[in-house]
């Protein structure tokens, strides 16, 4: 196993360092490209992964650009599968930034066996998601005003997907912002939280749209607010929670990562396709339409990404503790 030979901090210049396949230059020409997606087919990862890469082969000149999900454990299965690859620039890791960020703080999220940030590099960033504040369509809450309102009166069961996720991490923001007392309902996985949710067992959670928009459409759930990457900008013409989070800004994006040594121009060429790729009209409306945000941005914009979200994970985590399903 390799040695912690680099932090978040360092994978900057890393990146930027030229080496002997940046120089030479590094040819996709018939080899075979596989995206390991660490989360569930349909899930907010994958979701964002087939949307931004449909047309990734032939922008790189590959043979093939295979999706696989490898599913489980919060991410690390795909995560450390894809950290153990060759760094061969033909295998990448597609995931949440907390994976490098806040997984190796928490004991139940990290990989025991390995230290993701010393062994996977940013290569390009895909997309915000925006979350939703969510409650059963027979609730007589409708407003931000009406949920504060009652959550100050009454106990809210508030349930989140699984301990340290983005959703989780908001309620946990939004509760101590309003001064609030939840109870925190965890589950495995979105799709029975939000399941329970339609079905009154619990009273509200932050969900991503995608996972929540087909039962507000059958008339089970209600849209109460949204948590938007742009800040105080509403959706759909749904409101921000935004100002009554102090602004807080959640990380929550998807971004494609490689194994440590990857060739520095196999990266610039993938961050330069998909970049690509996520500003075409098409794409970007589909994204937008799912409320995912688009994020084209260089290697080095999303390390500083990584770098703020890493100290702001750091901090964050320790002022709360994070309440896991067993």
Not at 76 to 82: A, D, K, L, Q
Not at 291 to 314: C, H, V, Y
Request: hydrophobic fraction near 45%.
């Amino acid at each position: 196993m390799l040695g912690r030979r680099t932090t978040l901090q360092g994978l900057a210049a890393l990146i930027a360092a030229p080496s002997a396949f940046a120089q030479s230059g590094f040819s996709f020409a018939g080899k075979n490209v596989k995206l390991v997606v660490a989360y569930a087919v349909g899930g907010v990862a994958d979701i964002t992964t087939r949307l931004s890469t449909t047309n990734l082969a032939s922008a790189l000149g590959a043979s093939s650009v295979v999706v696989e999900n490898k599913a489980g454990a919060n991410g690390n299965i795909g995560t450390e599968y894809v950290a153990r690859q060759p760094a061969d620039g033909l295998t990448y890791l597609i995931g949440p930034s907390s994976l490098l960020t806040m997984n190796h703080l928490v004991p139940e999220l990290r990989i025991r066996s390995l230290d993701v940030t010393a062994q996977l590099v940013p290569v390009v960033p895909l997309a915000d998601t925006t979350l939703a504040l969510v409650v059963p369509a027979n609730s007589d809450v409708r407003t931000i005003e009406q949920f504060l309102a009652k959550a100050r009166s009454t106990q809210i069961r508030f349930g989140n997907p699984s301990g340290g996720t983005p959703h989780h991490l908001a309620g946990l923001v939004f509760e101590r912002a309003n001064k609030l007392d939840f109870v925190h309902v965890p589950y495995k996985g979105g799709a029975p939280m939000i399941a329970d949710l339609a079905g009154g067992h619990i009273d509200a959670c932050f969900s991503s749209i995608s996972s929540a928009e087909p039962l507000v459409k059958q008339g089970k759930l209600r849209w109460v607010a949204v948590l938007h990457s742009r800040g105080q900008q509403s959706w759909r013409g749904i409101s921000s929670v935004s100002p009554w989070m102090q602004d807080a800004v959640i990380p929550s994006w998807t971004g494609i990562f490689a194994p440590l040594g990857t060739p520095a121009d196999a990266i610039r060429q993938v961050n330069a396709a998909v970049s690509t790729a996520l500003q075409t009209p098409a794409t970007a409306s589909r994204l937008e339409d799912l409320g995912l945000d688009p994020l084209p941005m260089s290697t080095a914009q999303m390390q500083d990404r990584l770098n703020k979200e890493s100290q702001f994970m750091k901090q964050f985590l320790n002022q709360v503790k994070l309440e896991f399903n067993s």
